[in-house]
């Protein structure tokens, strides 16, 4: 079984300063992780994903995630945070269910981050 | 595109009545179809995954009595809690995924269940 530890519960942060948000995941065979990203009053959203290739992925408003093996970590960082970036924050982890890697078992998902961003 | 929508957002509803919960894909044809519970400052926690013309499968824990899950087509789940009674008061959520990008769940915006 898959395990998923984000170790911060809320981080609060200002404006344009930069952020990590970290996440730790159990497992005893390769694994996907995703980050997701949850807007008051709204469903989940992927924010990135990392499935094979380059270990450090991005995402499309400036927030990135690099897979370490080693360290069995895919931490989150944003250089610059804006006050629109306030929200809660998931990493998540899932096993590959074939050998192609195109499918994929369930999410489990780790407590979640809430993130703050002050003026 | 891969939008995903869940009625009703909210519902209350009295003790031992039953409440179903309806998840669509929008856009796309949702081949597997799961469900989750969150309750308040707890993470999502699976409850089931369903594929479209199957019996659900349930995580060890769920009572598959007490939450029907339906999976009749390509574009809707849903989910019902019979005989609700107050410790089954929590947020709901659907997520969808389809037969290309497997690899990605789509979620909808959730279903706040109060049970009286």
């Known amino acids: 079984a898959q395990s998923v530890t984000q170790l911060d519960s809320q981080v609060p942060v200002f404006e344009e300063a930069p952020v990590e948000l970290r996440c730790n995941y159990s497992s005893s065979v390769s694994v996907y992780l995703f980050w997701y990203v949850q807007y008051p009053n709204q469903g989940l959203q992927l924010l990135l994903k990392?499935?094979?290739?380059?270990?450090l992925v991005e995402s499309i408003n400036g927030f990135e995630a690099e897979f370490n093996k080693s360290q069995t970590s895919f931490h989150l960082r944003k250089p610059s945070v804006h006050i629109s970036d306030t929200a809660e924050y998931f990493c998540a982890v899932t096993v590959p269910l074939n050998a192609g890697g195109t499918s994929y078992g369930k999410l489990t998902f780790g407590q979640g981050t809430i993130l703050t961003v002050h003026p | 595109g891969a939008v995903v929508s869940q009625h009703p957002s909210r519902v209350i509803c009295k003790s031992g009545t039953s409440v179903k919960i309806e998840c669509r894909s929008l856009d796309f044809q949702a081949t597997t179809m799961f469900w989750y519970r969150q309750f308040p400052k707890q993470s999502l926690m699976l409850m089931a995954t369903?594929?479209?013309?199957?019996?659900?499968?349930?995580e060890q824990g769920v009572e598959k009595d007490k939450f029907l899950i339906n999976h009749a087509s390509l574009t809707l789940s849903t989910l019902t809690v019979t005989s609700a009674h107050p410790e089954d008061s929590s947020f709901y959520i659907c997520?969808?995924?389809?037969?290309?990008?497997?690899?990605?769940?789509?979620f909808g915006p959730g279903t706040r269940l109060t049970v009286l």
């Open positions: 369903s594929n479209e013309g199957s019996k659900a499968t349930y």
């Open positions: 997520s969808a995924s389809n037969g290309i990008t497997r690899d990605t769940q789509y």
């Open positions: 990392y499935l094979s290739g380059s270990t």
